[in-house]
C-alpha cells in the first residue's frame, strides 16, 4: 500500500522555522522525486521544491529559494523541508508527493501519488 505521511506542520510566528518530514512507503523511490506541494486558500496548488534522482538534485520555486532547504536520508526516506524566514503568505496546507522520474517534480500535473497534507499557518 503506497503511503506518504507528512509530519511538522504548525503555528509558527513571522520569521520563525518549521521542519517538515515525509516518510514514504509501499513504492520504489528509485523512480521517483518527492516534491513538497502547497495550496493556500482560495489558490492552486503550487510546486514549492522536489529532490531527484540519485545525486539529489533540487528545485526550489522562486518565492521560497534561499528560505526553504529539500534534504532526505541516505535511504533517501524520509525527506525533509527546513522552512525558515517564514512569512505569513507560507500559510497553506503543505502536500509531500512522489513524482514519476523524467517528469518536472514541481508540476502538480504529473503526481503520481499524494500525502494527505499538513497545515502550516504563519501569524503576522
Known amino acids: 500500500q503506497v503511503q506518504l505521511v507528512e509530519s511538522g506542520g504548525g503555528l509558527v510566528q513571522t520569521g520563525g522555522s518549521l521542519r517538515l518530514s515525509c516518510a514514504a512507503s509501499?513504492?520504489?523511490?528509485?523512480?521517483?522525486?518527492i516534491g513538497w506541494f502547497r495550496q493556500a486558500p482560495g489558490k492552486e496548488r503550487e510546486g514549492v521544491s522536489c529532490?531527484?534522482?540519485?545525486?539529489?538534485?533540487?528545485y526550489y520555486a522562486d518565492s521560497v529559494k534561499g528560505r526553504f532547504t529539500i534534504s532526505r536520508d541516505n535511504a533517501k526516506n524520509p525527506v525533509y523541508l527546513q522552512m525558515n524566514s517564514l512569512k505569513p503568505e507560507d500559510t497553506a496546507v503543505y502536500y509531500c508527493?512522489?513524482?514519476?522520474?523524467?517528469?518536472?517534480?514541481?508540476?502538480?500535473?504529473?503526481?503520481?501519488?499524494w500525502g494527505q497534507g499538513t497545515q502550516v499557518t504563519v501569524s503576522s
Open positions: 508527493a512522489a513524482v514519476r522520474l523524467g517528469n518536472m517534480c514541481y508540476s502538480t500535473s504529473v503526481v503520481t501519488y
Open positions: 509501499g513504492f520504489s523511490l528509485d523512480r521517483y522525486a
Open positions: 529532490i531527484r534522482g540519485s545525486a539529489g538534485s533540487t
